[in-house]
């Protein structure tokens, strides 16, 4: 059975959100994003884990305004 990537990430955006909600942050809304990747699936590269990661990431940039070394908000 292929996975659906869509619960990688959404593992990470609810991490992330859970994070933030003790940080007195729950203010929420969607968020509109491109994922573009070249890592094939299901390859032993831990492309799962690289998308949570990425969830967890851009999740809090958007949602925090703080830029993290090696990424950059754009509005």
Known sequence: TKPNWYHYFL????GAQTYLKTKGNDQFSGLNLLVYGE???????????????????????????RIFDGYTKVI
Do not use: M
């Open 11 to 14: 593992s990470g955006w609810i």
């Open 39 to 65: 890592v094939p699936p299901a390859a032993g590269l831990s492309s799962s884990s690289a998308l949570v990661c990425a969830s967890v990431l851009s999740t809090l940039i958007a949602y925090t305004n």
